[in-house]
């Protein structure tokens, strides 16, 4: 990574540029890259903010992904509205009590009173679950698999961040109901199993999974699995997605009861899943460097940018000619490939512009290339470059994609890797949680005991919690004491500050 | 269409069947067929419908062939807030007037009050230019053309229906700013060109492309296009979907300035556009009968729905399997097949399931097709059944919905065009009014005698207002005076009430 002496030449120089590095103001830096790397502008409603196209097409180019997924497993797609009654809000306590603070409420229409408030859905369990109560009667309506798009508020007052935490985002919420619970279970795993591809496949992220503790699981629900993500730079836990098992809590407050094959009475069970544009910041901040945004080639909107590298004396049609070809012959085999013709930037200038958008490879094509019938090709991960035959263009370019891809996932899981540390006593503990570790302990298990970590975590940083104990559990030999209580040792679990 | 006694018949027999006539109760025939056809659940929130996923799929369907044309005319997909601040809101005045009394405000976030008022948007004129105003600087900055596909919010109180008119509703809406008008206008008609299509080749509806008058334009713009469809059954015209030029208002107000070429300060040239879930509902309308839903094969999630008809000693066995066959065949191809094989419903049943729903074709597979290797095939809008060969199957059902769709088209198209009427004087006028017409009636164009036709016209069943000045204008022999003032007439236009 280039130091932050020659950022700030750059920066004076042309405009562009960080002014902050991500080792030594990550929070600064963050801000700035989404913004200087165009895919979001800061509104003037403090949490809420604008996702330009260069962020929206990769949210598209992952929906486009979940959604023929979740169609291959018969959930079908809905609306519901926006806005949900006070009495119907608030009739699962449990559920209520985690969102109420949050809620944001109309009151007014035009200049008058409404008679009675409405809340703006912070998640749609209450929105929906009155419908599945009409909509069930026999188990032939089972299962019941709808899922929508859309947007939900959540009035949160502490330090709101794009993507990562704001007061309005999108999502796709899922909400099922089925005869039985091992369906249900069954159902958690194959969506978090697309929340982990998401985040590997897509994303380049490494992410565990596991299920979260009493105290961290969804208000209302049964149990919660989830994907953790790690942001090394400021040891911070990030919950990626989840995929709640909600039991049959939510069906006897709604009613939504059915008549079984034999004719008895029955609950529905019932599970509810998401993930958010929260995805996008966390791709930001873990590959994300000090020249700006890089984007894993399978989410990148423009994976190839062209730029042609004219000198006075030289060919320069002949070079925009070999870019245009260029272009074409890599989006005609599906890369999404442009050329930037501009005039009046030079080179240099579009260099650090798409690097700072984060655009997979750049293809220079000068005088020296053109001869040689040659293009280079720059990797924005690791500055790379390779002299490539046009001849094997298209080939060569989608292997390179292919390993960026690949070795960006790489990259980013040794960093994480190198994060964890697994610990067994409450000093060691103590100790990784002051060096920012993702910590993986031996634990009770006992909500008491989370309660008491945290409280005795507190401080400027924010306290630890658990964050999931993965499905993949190290082996725990017989007599192995929890971390923080001294008492027998249940599970591993992975504990950390987090967002 | 079946008579009104059979319908009741199947119903008490069946809880299916529709209770009233589209003919008798148009109002009440249209709520129930959006009920019973399940695209929509009434809310507990008055004017707040759910979408169900049968409806969720037109709109699906809509969205995708929508989202790729405009993404072959370069226009990007972003998302901004949901929420708008009052000051930003109250900025065009025009504008700002056209829309206060429906505004919603947000003034408490759990139990704490706002600092001020924050209003959800009932479109996205003032969200999003203050910061047009930002990212256009020079000519290079332009076009900027962008799109979002998001929820608004108008709190309407009057005569809420769903689809047509919601307080909470899906749609479209694409905001773009140019360098010059020329360019503005020719965006305007190519969008509006695309909303015909929606119209005419998805929904199967005749639409006529026209301006809209200065009463009737869009608040705070320039001029308004719109594709103006018509319901022979309340003799209403339905606008659906606009497409301005905003010329400079906006622009001036919002202060969207930029530099050109020759280093000159200029103004932008601004349009929005946008088609919403009312689309559906006009669908619904137009096609609907007494026996339910008729969907167009192109906007249809099932265009075939194969149902067995097994008889006591017969290969029950056989018929299953041919049903399946048929359904493998069918979906290889990309038809949209289903069987219904559920235990417990007749035939019979199942028929009036699936026309309540619209299915465009349903295939009959009994003993007596087995044995002939044939299937039966019946439309859902006309009811023709013919036997088809099992071997040429895939061909003949994909002529079958190309033939639906045309069909569905022309009836549509005849039916309008006998509700048209022209008229040339204020006693014709009031005459074809009274029969509910759409009417076409060479008008002076001034506002003031708009306002008055308004006036003179206001009774129980709404006032009459202008439609739309088509673009493909009959011939006006010079002389020939307004319809209403008895002034020069300067254009043929449409009017009538509207929706």
Known sequence: MAGGGKKKEVKKETGLGL????????????????????????????????????????W??????????????RIKNCYFPLFVSSSVLEKEKDHVEGFAPEVAWVTKSGKSDLEIPIAIRPTSETVMYPYFSKWIRGHRDLPLKLNQWCNVVRWEFSNPTPFIRSREFLWQEGHTAFATKAEADEEVLQILEL???IYEEFLAIPVIKGKKSE???FAGGLYTTSVEAFIPNTGRGIQGATSHCLGQNFAKMFEINFENEKGEKGMVWQNSWAYSTRTIGVMVMVHGDDKGLVLPPKIASVQVIVVPVPYKDADTRGIFDACADTVDALSKSG???EADFRENYSPGWKYSHWEM???????EIGPKDLANNQVRVVRRDNGAKVDISRVSLVEQVKDLLDIVQQSLFNTAKEKRDACVQVVKTWDEFKEALSQRKMILAPWCDEEEVEKD?????KGEMGAAKSLCSPFDQPELPEGTKCFASGKPAK????????Y
């Open 19 to 58: 002014s902050f590095r991500k080792d030594d103001n990550f929070g600064e830096w963050y801000s700035e890259v989404v913004v200087n790397g165009e895919m979001i502008e800061y509104y003037d409603i403090s949490g809420c903010y604008i996702l330009r196209p260069w962020a929206m097409s990769i």
């Open 60 to 73: 598209e180019t992952m929906q486009t992904f979940f959604d023929a997924e979740i169609k291959k497993m």
């Open 195 to 197: 929340y982990r591809r």
């Open 215 to 217: 105290m961290e699981k």
């Open 335 to 337: 890369i999404c490939a």
């Open 357 to 363: 958008k984060g655009v997979p490879l750049r293809i």
């Open 453 to 457: 970590v945290k409280e005795r975590t």
């Open 491 to 498: 599970k591993w679990t992975y504990w950390g500050r987090s």
